[in-house]
């Protein structure tokens, strides 16, 4: 069904309305899920308050998706199997020891809330076909939710994808890095440090070498690679010989492909430590995160519905080198991710002054005007089949090449 503009822009400015009615449930929801940040796969509390949000307001909601406790669906009643689908991403986890410092309380909040306004107002025209997906996808934050959540089919009724994501600045379809952490636990043997050193085989000294042989290898990458890690477990006492060292090291890349290439190089630095102390070496790799996929077509039309709202997009946005499962998302469907400040600090994900702002008037402010964007974006692929199969095409174009 294609609307007129007259009619489309009616039913924009009372999804947007809509939106404004549930302010007061948005920031609570926000503010309690930054209050008690949860981690990893286990968040059951902030996914609770999106779902029990969700079906407060009607919306069917389906939970333990793909075999992840903490996964949720949520859906319009009524519109089983209509497309298109639009699917609206919510994230929920936290950061270890910095809590809410990625803005996923906002992220959450702002997906769920743009679905309950589209639900409303979609029920009241049931001449506009399809149906909206907030998708509840778990541990973003190194687990992969939304890919194993792929993997298991639950994306499959979607048709395009689209997300917030706050930041210190407004940028629209952004493309990012892919990434993949590796963890690397060095077997060796204890031996008191002082009365028999020579009996012991050090699996700290295998870590720090790989750290070494790391730091040399970073003059042979690309500026576009980063590699980073952290030393987990490196002994319990300095005069026995470590007998256990874990290290996690992350590695990032343009693409997928040329990820592989610097993993193996990476891993090559941990065999390289196990080698040099006599050393066995366990290698466990996380997901890889993909490289987002960035559909010129689809970036417009966030772009006119910020302008609608009077924000000030950007023309053209720059590389950025964080990374997200939402790039393996973009693989799949035509996906596209904006960011909006939340702070006038200029503050930036994974610290502690961003996390502050994740709490702040400004931030919560970003996250309503953020499910704004969203539900108007997600009216337009609806209305216009012309619109949605254009953006398809381009996307089956440059998954292709």
């Not at 007259?6 to 209050?35: G, P, S, Y």
């Not at 020579?198 to 750290?211: K, L, R, V, W, Y």
């Not at 931030?363 to 309503?368: H, K």
């Amino acid at each position: 069904m294609v609307l007129d503009t007259a009619e489309l822009n009616k039913l924009k400015d009372r999804v947007c309305a809509e939106i404004d009615t549930l302010r007061e449930e948005a920031e609570f929801i926000a503010t309690d899920m930054h209050q008690h940040p949860e981690v990893g796969w286990d968040t059951p509390r902030s996914a609770g308050l999106l779902t029990d949000y969700m079906e407060r307001h009607g919306m069917k909601v389906e939970k333990g998706l793909a075999g992840l406790a903490c996964s949720f669906r949520g859906s319009i009643r009524g519109r089983e199997d209509q497309r298109p689908g639009i699917s609206l991403l919510a994230e929920y986890d936290a950061l270890p020891g910095l809590g809410h410092a990625c803005s996923h309380n906002l992220i959450g909040t702002a997906a769920a809330t743009a679905g309950i306004a589209l639900s409303r107002v979609l029920s009241e025209h049931p001449a506009v076909p399809g149906n909206v997906y907030v998708m509840g996808t778990p541990f973003e934050e190194g687990g992969g939710g939304k890919i194993i959540m792929l993997e298991h089919g639950v994306f499959d009724v979607a048709d395009a994808s689209i997300m917030f994501h706050g930041s210190n600045r407004i940028q629209v379809g952004s493309p990012n890095i892919a990434a993949v952490s590796m963890t690397y636990t060095f077997h060796g043997r204890s031996a008191h440090s002082g009365a028999s050193p020579h009996e012991g085989i050090n699996a700290a000294d295998a870590a720090m070498i790989t750290f070494t042989a790391v730091n040399a290898l970073r003059q042979h990458l690309t500026s576009d690679v980063r590699v980073h890690g952290i030393i987990n477990e490196a002994g319990v006492a300095a005069n026995i010989v470590p007998e256990r060292a874990v290290v996690t090291m992350m590695a990032r890349a343009r693409t997928k492909s040329v990820l592989e290439e610097v993993v193996e190089k990476v891993n090559n630095c941990a065999r390289a430590g196990a080698l040099a102390t006599g050393c066995q070496l366990e290698i466990e790799q996380g997901p890889v995160f993909a490289e987002r996929v960035v559909v010129p077509s689809y970036r417009p039309v966030a772009l006119e519905n910020m302008r609608r709202l009077k924000l000030d997009p950007p023309t053209d946005d720059p590389q950025t080198f964080a990374s997200a499962d939402s790039g393996n998302v973009s693989y799949a469907m035509p996906h596209l991710t904006f960011t909006l400040p939340l702070d006038d600090r200029g503050s930036v994900p994974h610290t502690p002054e961003f996390a502050e702002a994740c709490n702040s008037r400004q931030g919560r402010e970003a996250m309503l005007t953020a499910a704004k964007i969203m539900a108007m974006t997600a009216l337009d692929l609806m209305t216009d089949p012309e619109l949605l199969q254009t953006i398809k095409a381009d996307h089956r174009q440059l998954v292709g090449r």
